[in-house]
Structures are given as C-alpha cells and as structure tokens.
C-alpha cells in the first residue's frame, strides 16, 4: 500500500502545508500560526484545490 503524504495539516496549534508552486521541482513545506499566511497562500496558489482551499479556511479561522 502507497503511504500518501497530507498536503495540509494541523500539529500543534500550527498549520502545516506543502508549497505547491515549488511543485515538481521541490518540496517544501511551511509552517505557520498566522492566519494572513495561510491566505496568502491561498491566494497564490501555493494551495490549490477546492478541498485544500477549503481546509485551509478552516484552519485560517481557527488561527483568527
């Protein structure tokens, strides 16, 4: 079985999520407790995805 790597994730009151723009050259990942960063990175694309946008919201609020 393929072990799949979480795009975007919550640890320890953090948000944590790949940098898609980077995609397939790099992966790097940012880790960030401000809610302007997660939307930022919705707004560049560095998320993407209807259902990445929409936890990243979620995660966002959260931090708010």
Not at 46 to 60: L, N
């Amino acid at each position: 079985m393929i072990a799949l790597t979480p795009t975007i994730e919550w640890t320890n009151g953090h948000v944590k999520f790949i940098d898609q723009t980077k995609l397939p050259l790099l992966e790097e990942y940012i880790n960030t407790n401000d809610y302007r960063m997660v939307c930022d990175a919705i707004r560049r694309l560095a998320i993407r995805g209807a259902p990445g946008i929409g936890v990243a919201g979620a995660y966002a609020c959260v931090l708010a």
